[in-house]
T-cell receptor, first 110, second 115 residues
Framework: TQLLEQSPQFLSIQEGENLTVYCNSS?????LQWYRQEPGEGPVLLVT?????EVKKLKRLTFQFGDARKDSSLHITAAQPGDTGLYLC??????????FGAGTTVTVRA | NAGVTQTPKFRILKIGQSMTLQCTQD?????MYWYRQDPGMGLKLIYY???????DKGEVPNGYNVSRSTTEDFPLRLELAAPSQTSVYFC??????????????FGPGTRLTVL
């Protein structure tokens, strides 16, 4: 099992502020996914990054895959209360199974 | 299109009891997975299946069993429930392999408490 560490564990910010969540590992991944999970529901895929150095933007969310394919970050610009949730990163290694990080709980206060 | 459905939503078991968590998907996905999610621990893979009749162990298979007789259904069986199996269980499916730019669809989860 490849260990993925997410930081911070908890993040509480005011509406309109920016935030960054990190996902780090000592292992190389063939791809990395970010999911968001709301209370009482299953995770929902936000993005998959595949190439080292890749940057993907989805509206106010920016995802980056490290050059060495060992780490990733999620940046949210001008956060809104609807961004509140648990953000999980998951990496795919040599086999095709995913390893999940423990998650970052983001709370955006109105 | 219902996606991935799981039943029951909640369950309380006594130590030593057995139960089956049901999972059904209507997307004709080949790959199906069972995860457990504990507070602060992320998702751990219990079992997975790459198609009907084929199952394999994940990271934490002890105390669980699965079967895959059809493409749609992937039930998870707990034979002798233990307090350590108190968790939220998620079933997921995907068309191709995990990762590799392939989306995994999750059910709403089953919250299980073993007392």
């Amino acid at each position: 099992t490849q260990l993925l560490e997410q930081s911070p564990q908890f993040l509480s910010i005011q509406e309109g502020e920016n935030l960054t969540v990190y996902c780090n590992s000592s292992s190389v991944f063939s791809s990395l996914q970010w999911y968001r999970q709301e209370p009482g529901e299953g995770p929902v895929l936000l993005v998959t990054v595949v190439t080292g150095g890749e940057v993907k933007k989805l509206k106010r969310l920016t995802f980056q895959f490290g050059d060495a394919r060992k780490d990733s970050s999620l940046h949210i610009t001008a956060a809104q209360p609807g961004d509140t949730g648990l953000y999980l990163c998951a990496g795919a290694g040599e086999d095709y199974k995913l390893s999940f990080g423990a998650g970052t709980t983001v709370t955006v206060r109105a | 299109n219902a996606g991935v459905t799981q039943t029951p939503k909640f369950r309380i078991l006594k130590i030593g009891q057995s139960m089956t968590l049901q999972c059904t998907q209507d997307m004709n996905h080949n790959y199906m997975y069972w995860y457990r999610q504990d507070p602060g621990m992320g998702l751990k893979l219990i079992y997975y299946s790459v198609g009907a009749g084929i199952t394999d162990k994940g990271e934490v298979p002890n105390g669980y069993n699965v079967s895959r007789s059809t493409t749609e259904d992937f039930p998870l069986r707990l034979e002798l429930a233990a307090p350590s199996q108190t968790s939220v269980y998620f079933c997921a499916s995907s068309y191709l392999r995990q990762g590799v730019d392939n989306e995994q669809f999750f059910g709403p989860g089953t919250r299980l408490t073993v007392l």
